[in-house]
């Protein structure tokens, strides 16, 4: 390839007297090649080799979701509707703003096609209406004190589909779900414990109960339940 | 373990690893920017760019350079975003044709993506295909990310030059950042996150199964290539709409404090980099101590403030994950507005008064807290040159910094840096407050809807990029004033710095003096600490007191009156 320097120094005299607008076009050669270039490093060859490496075996399966067997997630969570509220048998999620309209505050199953929250503030009148709301239907649906439900079972993640509760809300759910399923509550907790992440390394994050996990444990234990 | 006190542990791990980064990197990265050779790879770039390495370029042509780079950046970015429709992975989860991004959003995505800011307009599960994102916007993670640094080394070869006027090429400080620190950097980090349970797909939707045997349409796609850059290049614009909050995007605790480390890891580095480069370590440790006060401070004013949220809006938890609850929330919100990042693991509109004013008054310090990559550095030693010139005009003292003298054009560049983004900030969210349209795009009323728009343009003129996402900023008029704050907020503090760094590099370089205030001590950190927050207190204080102060005060004063 011939190499025809454009930007070459610039003879001290002459590049002061240039006008700016046609040192700034002179600019705009280099600038539109190196763009390319970076174009097609950045842009296909990066992607495309961290794509590579992401199918090697042990990673690709989290590379393309975490799916199971079963079709679900364990990265992401979509609320279970029951088909008899009477006898709801599933361990809920956290309320998402991508909930049905239907869905009491938010208390539904979430669109995984797009995530976000609700972006009320702390102070609004909206969402201690809808705090006040949720607590009292988990209340009710669990047989507990409203005072009883922990924070996360009535806020609104920032995700939509967060996957994951806190050991709180789930042992909340835990004799509820070991009622209407039949299963004796040791065997539901010990499904649950299952289901529970410390904190990474012990200190990273927040302990969590999967949900994703823990309700496809009680598909395989009571195969029956949708 | 108590949540604080797990939080506690996580903070000092955090810490020991950017501990043990800083001076690998930082002299890594002085390397990188001093060294004579160039390498077989960045040859070949520079034949086909037609640029020759080897010129030293005076402060316009490098000004110029920059200009012309980031102008080619905006068209490219535009012209990919318009004409997505007829590229692959152009789909929805649920199978429906994406399409051209519409003119006023792809307008706005191509000047946030090159300004370093990561705005977004949009929603990307449904506006934003693969191919943008990956070839259009995260290319310009890199570069801006790039151009960045560039401007900083600029400036600091202003400081070690003598009688030179020259600043070094653009084109290759452009080209040496991307090849030598952020690609290898990137592809290290995407991988790890991989492994550690970041999506990596090129499918545009999955199909799942609830428990209950509905089916549901999944947005997925190519997340941790993207993700890396976008942290380690302090960018922030996410693949999925929540951002780092999303599973897809940030799975664990693990890959979260990697995340935040990943903002962090440069900008600090830099400051090493800095001392190494001047010739006295000292002076890089200053400035980090700067930083690392400012960025302290404002980690515990949030994370104490979200740790009382009301218990009656659900005790903080609203818009926040679960694995990250809030010890790792706070950690994340602190250091993505301390950097110009803006990646987002929890919803600062959802924040309490005083946490998410924590998060709005890190960037209106001017993000030097570290700051973004290049940026943080750049606008603390700007910072600097007006504590020094403060503390000269109070003792008499003729002001220098590190052997050059700040005369009147010195302080003229200097002070131009500082006022561009607060006259942005107050004049876009004063503009916006008196339009009548302004109050139907709030998601919150009352002290918090004004939160929401000053949320917007201190982002926007501070190149973040983070949202109270409460604010729908889809009108023509966000649209194009929110760009406007972008690119002024981005490129005039830019020519500034350069101009700045022309001067500095024309003088000769001085032996201290009797009268020379000596700078790299800690009686100089605590100085230009000092000179940060008063400059942005002066300037910001009425605003904030109708904003975040006025509704932390009325939330007070509810929780008072409770019987």
């Avoid at chain 1, 702390?122 to 009710?140: H, M, N, Y």
Wanted: hydrophobic share 50%.
């Amino acid at each position: 390839m011939t190499t025809t320097i454009e930007n070459a120094p610039e003879p001290t005299e002459e590049a002061t007297r240039t006008p700016v607008l046609r040192s700034l076009v002179r600019q705009l050669g280099p600038a539109l090649r190196l763009v390319l270039v970076a174009t097609v490093v950045l842009g296909l060859v990066y992607p495309a080799v961290v794509w590579g490496i992401s199918r090697v075996p042990g990673l690709s399966g989290h590379a393309e979701g975490s799916v199971s067997a079963s079709g679900s997630s364990s990265l992401i969570g979509i609320d279970p509707v029951p088909a008899n509220p009477g006898a709801d048998p599933w361990f809920h999620l956290r309320p998402s703003a991508s909930a049905p309209e239907t869905a009491t505050a938010g208390l539904g199953p979430a669109d995984p096609s797009t995530s976000g929250g609700s972006n009320l503030a702390t102070t609004a009148d909206k969402l201690a209406q809808a705090v006040a709301e949720r607590r009292s239907v988990i209340a009710g649906r669990e047989g507990v004190a409203p005072a009883a439900v922990p924070d996360d079972a009535v806020t609104a993640s920032a995700s939509g589909v967060d996957p994951d509760i806190s050991p709180d809300y789930a042992a909340l759910q835990v004799p509820r779900v070991a009622r209407v399923t039949g299963l004796p509550e040791a065997q539901v907790r010990a499904l649950v414990a299952e289901a529970t992440d410390g904190r990474v390394l012990g200190v990273l994050g927040e302990p969590t109960v999967n949900t994703s996990e823990l309700n496809a444990a009680l598909l395989v234990a009571r195969p029956g339940l949708r | 373990m108590s949540d604080t006190a797990a939080g506690l542990l996580q903070l000092l791990v955090l810490l020991v690893l950017l501990a043990a980064a800083w001076r690998p990197l930082g002299d890594w990265m002085a390397r990188v920017y001093t060294a004579e050779g160039h390498w077989r790879v960045e040859r070949a770039i520079y034949r086909i760019g037609r640029v020759d390495p080897d010129s030293d370029q005076r402060a316009s042509t490098y000004a110029l350079a920059i200009l012309a780079f980031s102008f080619v950046g905006v068209l490219l970015v535009y012209v990919i975003q318009r004409v997505q429709g007829f590229l692959p992975l152009d789909a929805t989860a649920g199978g429906d044709a994406k399409g051209a991004v519409d003119p006023s959003v792809a307008f706005n995505t191509a000047i946030s993506f090159v300004t370093n800011t990561n705005w977004q307009s949009y929603v990307p599960e449904s506006t934003m295909s693969h191919v943008s994102n990956a070839v259009a916007l995260a290319v310009q993670n890199f570069l801006s990310a790039a151009v960045g640094m560039a401007v900083a080394v600029a400036l600091v070869r202003g400081f070690v030059r003598s009688r030179s006027g020259r600043i070094g090429n653009a084109w290759v400080d452009i080209v040496r950042g991307t090849v030598r620190v952020l690609l290898p950097m990137a592809t290290v980090l995407a991988v790890v996150l991989v492994a550690c349970g970041v999506v990596m797909s090129l499918r545009t939707g999955i199909t799942l199964t609830a428990a209950d045997g509905s089916t549901h349409a999944a947005a997925i796609g190519p997340v941790a290539s993207q993700e890396a850059i976008k942290e380690l290049g302090t960018n922030g614009g996410g693949i999925l709409n929540a951002n780092s909050a999303h599973p897809f995007e940030n799975p664990n605790g693990g890959t979260n404090l990697l995340e935040i480390l990943a903002m962090l890891l440069i900008p600090v580095a830099l400051t090493r980099t800095f001392g190494r480069m001047v010739g006295d370590l000292r002076q890089g440790v200053s400035l980090l101590a700067v930083m690392t006060i400012l960025w302290g401070g404002m980690l515990a004013v949030i994370w104490a403030a979200e740790a009382h949220a009301p218990a009656v809006t659900g005790g903080g938890m609203e818009g926040k994950e679960t694995r990250f609850g809030i010890p790792s929330s706070a950690l994340f919100a602190d250091s993505t507005t301390g950097t110009s990042t803006g990646a987002v693991n929890s919803l600062h509109d959802s924040y309490t008064a005083f946490g998410g004013g924590g998060t709005l008054l890190n960037m209106l310090f001017g993000e030097l807290s570290p700051g973004g990559v290049g940026t943080g550095l750049y606008s603390i030693l700007v910072i600097a040159i007006i504590a020094v010139f403060l503390a000269g005009l109070m003792v008499g003292r003729t002001p220098e910094l590190l052997g050059k003298s700040l005369g009147r054009r010195e302080v003229t560049c200097a002070a131009i840096v500082v006022l561009v983004m607060p006259a942005l900030v107050l004049l876009g969210t004063g503009a916006a407050v008196v339009l009548p349209g302004t109050s139907d795009a709030l998601t919150n009323s009352g002290p918090h809807g004004l939160s929401e728009v000053f949320y917007a343009f201190a982002s926007a003129a501070n190149n973040n990029g983070s949202a109270f996402g409460g604010l729908t900023v889809t009108s023509p008029f966000f649209q194009i004033a929110l760009a406007a704050a972008m690119l002024l907020g981005r490129f005039l503090p830019i020519l500034a710095v350069l101009a700045l760094a022309g001067l500095l590099s024309a003088q000769p370089r001085r032996e201290a003096s009797a009268g020379t205030l000596r700078t790299g001590t800690p009686l100089f950190a605590g100085l230009v600490t000092a000179t940060v927050v008063l400059v942005s207190a002066i300037t910001f204080l009425p605003a904030l007191a109708l904003s975040p102060i006025a509704e932390g005060l009325v939330a007070t004063a509810q929780i008072g009156a409770l019987p």
